[in-house]
């Protein structure tokens, strides 16, 4: 972005051949501060790795499959991981307008965003709260697109094309920010910051229940081959013993007949697992987790269901519907326990 601004301030065009005399220097504000909005718009973009444990973190496992495809699979991810993409980039961007003044050939107009950005903190602060605004919006249409990509495909392209149209929009927004009055382009950005984080927070809450919802109506249909090894692996057991490995201990475990094929959670001395049992009633594993990221559990309800829901640092909670309520408090109790004095209770 540095070097695009030096160009244009310069008078050089970047996407012409010749050397001078392309650009208006008044318009180098104008272009970077556009290319800043389009940038935190599309920042999901950045985000999309697949966000499932890595080896280091948890003991692998040939047996256990990779969770649904995702494209933005940052749902999974801690709230502090996501709610900290916008600062950071807002941070870094309306700092680095500051070199930009520092030699630009049009200083701009005092009274404006970019006139004021050298003697008063107004605009940086604007511009913060914009980018980070920017940023949340284009989380936003991510977290939609994720909620409804497994089953509604037409809200999925939907959410997508809407992302995209809306950064362009951001785009077109931060470009006439430059001559904007400070006062009045602070008070916008008072209206619309606060705005985009209720609506990222939200967006973010429907895309976790839903994809939660539809993998407990779908435990293993992500991977074939994964379920064909486990096939294969000799009976150790009923459920859940069948899923130990060597040397593996069984320390607690709650169950649920909410769905056609029940599910567990399932504390071992190596790993917390949430699992399901399917029709040849044998335990398949649908994500695990170490126990040193375990912090705890609960069990409540949510609207009719019961819900037991294990929690943990660094990574999306393990959630099964259904079950005994007295089992499932039992059960949160004792995963409490564990976590903060690693004993089980008898």
Known sequence: ???????????????????????????????????????????????????????????PDPNIPR???????FIRQA???????????????????????????????????WGDYATSVTPALTLFLLCWACTNIGLMFAAIAEAFNRDVRGLFIAAMIVMFLVAIGN????????????????????????????????????????????????????????????????????????????GERLLM???????????????TTTRFVRASIIRTDRTFVLEQASPSQLVGASSQREGHDLVTIAHFR???????????PEQSQSFAEAVTRLARTGQVRR
Request: hydrophobic share 40%; net charge neutral.
């Open 1 to 59: 972005m540095l070097v695009i601004f030096a160009l244009t301030n310069a008078g050089i065009d970047p996407r012409a051949n010749r050397l001078v005399g392309d650009f208006d220097p008044k318009g180098a504000a104008t272009v970077c501060f556009g290319l800043l909005g389009l940038y935190h718009s599309v920042a999901i973009i950045f985000f999309d790795e697949d966000d499932s444990p890595k080896s280091s973190e948890t003991p």
């Open 67 to 73: 969770p649904p495809d995702s494209y933005t699979g």
């Open 79 to 113: 709230w502090y991981k996501v709610l900290s993409v916008g600062p950071i980039f807002a941070f870094f961007c309306s700092a680095s307008v500051f070199i930009w003044h520092s030699f630009a050939e049009y200083p701009g107009t005092p009274g404006t965003v």
């Open 171 to 246: 785009t077109f927004g931060l470009i006439f920010l430059v001559d904007q009055p400070t006062g009045s382009a602070l008070i916008l950005a008072l209206i619309i910051f606060p705005l985009s984080l209720l609506a990222l927070i939200g967006a973010r809450l429907l895309a976790i229940v839903r994809v939660n919802r539809y993998d407990a109506a779908h435990p293993h249909g992500s991977s074939s081959k994964p379920r064909r090894s486990q096939k294969q692996r000799r009976p150790q057991g009923p459920p859940p013993q069948d899923m130990l490995e060597r």
């Open 253 to 267: 475990h709650f169950r649920s007949d909410h769905t056609p094929e029940p599910q567990m959670l399932i504390a």
């Open 314 to 324: 660094d990574r999306q909670d393990m959630r099964v519907l259904g079950g005994n």
